[in-house]
C-alpha cells in the first residue's frame, strides 16, 4: 500500500495510490515509454472502483495510476479538508500528486465528480492534459432536484451518528441505499458492485463518524452544491480531444445534460464527442466495463503518438492491484448470505481476441 506526502495551501495529505504497468499491478514508478492514464474516482467511494478497468488486458498495455482522494476515501490520510474545499482545492492536490509521483502529461480517466477535478486540471494546467474521458460528467451546475437527493442523504447520515459514542447502523445503510440508487440506478447490484461496497461501508463508518460529520458534509454533499461551470474562455484552454460518457439509464442526469455540455465544449472549439452506452448507470465502470474499456482503450491510441502508443503489445495475463481484497470482499458477503454468487463475481477480464 504505498503512499506519498505533499503539501497543498489546504493541508499535508499522505496519499494512497497505485502504479499499474505492463508488467507488474504494484510497480514503485511509471515506464516512461508508454502513455499514462491517471484515474479519478469518484466521491463516496475510493479508487476500487476501476477495478475493472485495472485488470483489462488492453488498457494495462498503458501505465494506470490512481489514488484515493482525500477527506475520508479508501487509505489517504492527513489534513482535514476545509470547509471552503471545492474543485479548485481538489485540482490542486491532484496536481501536486503528479508531481509528487513525477508523471508526465496524462490522459485523465474520472467519474461522476472525478469528471469535475479531471476538468478543473484541464483549465488550470492544460499543459499535464494529453486528452480528457469524462464518465457520467458532473461539469456543469448541479439540477435543484439533484441537489434534494445529496442533501437527503446527508441528513440520513448525520441522524446515524447522534452522539460519539452511538452510530445506528441501519440509518447508515438506509443513507447507502439511497447514495446506491444515485450511484447504480437499480436496489439490487451485481455481485462486483457489492463487494466493491463491502470494501467501501467500514471505511466510511470509521471516516466519517460523530467527529468527522463535517468532512462528510464537505466531500458528499458541499463539494455538488459548489461546483461550477466553466466560461468557454476557460474551457477553450483544453488542449486535447474529450471524450463524454453518458449511461442511459443514469437516474440523475439525462442525456440532455451531457449534450449540453458537449455543445459548450464544441462551441470553445474542443475537440468532443459524446458515447452513450445503452442500460448504462450512473457509475459505469464497474459493470459496463466490456463497453467501457474497449472505447476508452481505442480514445487512448487515437489521442497519443501512435508509435508510443503501440510499442507495448497487449499483456497475456494481468492482475488487478484490487484482486485479492475483491475476492475477500465477495467471500465474506457470501457467507452472510442464503445465495452463492461467486460464479458471478468477476475478478479477471480475459484477453482480447
Known amino acids: 500500500m504505498p ?9 499535508k495529505i499522505n496519499f494512497k495510490y497505485t502504479i499499474c504497468t505492463p508488467a507488474c499491478e504494484e510497480a514503485s ?10 484515474f479519478i ?56 500528486l503528479m508531481d509528487a509521483l513525477h508523471l508526465p502529461p496524462c490522459h485523465i480517466v474520472g467519474m461522476s465528480s472525478g469528471t ?32 434534494e437527493g445529496h442533501q437527503e442523504v446527508w441528513e440520513l447520515w448525520r441522524t446515524a451518528f447522534p452522539d460519539e459514542s ?27 458492485v457489492t463487494a466493491m461496497m463491502t470494501i467501501t461501508y467500514p471505511v466510511a463508518m470509521a471516516s466519517w463518524n460523530y ?6 458534509r464537505i466531500m458528499n454533499l458541499d463539494f455538488y452544491l459548489r461546483r461550477k461551470s466553466h466560461p468557454k474562455s476557460a474551457l477553450s484552454r483544453i488542449k486535447g480531444p474529450v471524450k463524454i460518457v453518458h449511461g ?17 465544449l464544441t462551441e470553445a472549439g474542443v475537440d468532443a464527442s459524446l458515447l452513450e452506452i445503452p442500460g448504462a448507470p450512473h457509475y459505469l465502470a464497474p459493470d459496463y466495463a466490456n463497453v467501457l474499456n474497449p472505447a476508452l482503450h481505442e480514445f487512448i491510441l487515437k489521442s497519443s503518438d501512435s508509435g508510443l502508443s503501440c510499442r507495448a503489445p497487449i499483456p497475456k495475463h494481468v492482475v488487478s492491484p484490487w484482486e485479492d481484497a475483491m475476492a475477500q470482499a465477495s467471500r465474506a458477503d457470501h457467507n452472510s448470505s442464503d445465495t452463492d454468487n461467486s460464479d458471478d463475481f468477476i475478478i479477471s477480464t480475459p484477453i482480447p481476441d
Do not use: W
Open 3 to 11: 503512499h506519498v506526502q505533499v503539501t497543498s495551501s489546504t493541508g
Open 29 to 38: 514508478e511509471i515506464d516512461k515509454s508508454l502513455p499514462t492514464l491517471l
Open 41 to 96: 474516482h469518484p466521491i463516496s467511494i475510493a479508487e476500487h472502483i476501476y477495478h475493472a478497468q485495472f485488470c483489462d488486458p488492453r488498457l494495462r498495455r498503458f501505465n494506470l495510476v490512481s489514488f484515493d482522494m482525500r477527506g475520508g476515501h479508501g487509505g489517504t490520510t492527513g489534513d482535514k479538508v476545509p470547509a471552503h474545499y471545492g474543485q479548485v482545492e481538489a485540482a490542486e492536490d491532484t496536481m501536486l
Open 116 to 147: 469535475t477535478i479531471a476538468l478543473q486540471v484541464a483549465v488550470m494546467e492544460p499543459k499535464r492534459v494529453l486528452s480528457l474521458f469524462l464518465i457520467s460528467h458532473l461539469c456543469l451546475e448541479i439540477p435543484p432536484e439533484v441537489a
Open 166 to 192: 452511538t452510530m445506528i447502523v441501519d440509518i447508515v445503510y438506509d443513507a447507502g441505499f439511497g447514495n446506491s440508487q444515485y450511484m447504480f440506478t437499480n436496489p439490487k447490484v451485481s455481485p462486483l
Open 211 to 216: 467527529h468527522n460529520l463535517d468532512q462528510f
Open 248 to 264: 442511459s439509464t443514469d437516474v440523475a442526469y439525462p442525456k440532455s445534460y451531457s449534450e449540453k455540455f458537449l455543445n459548450r
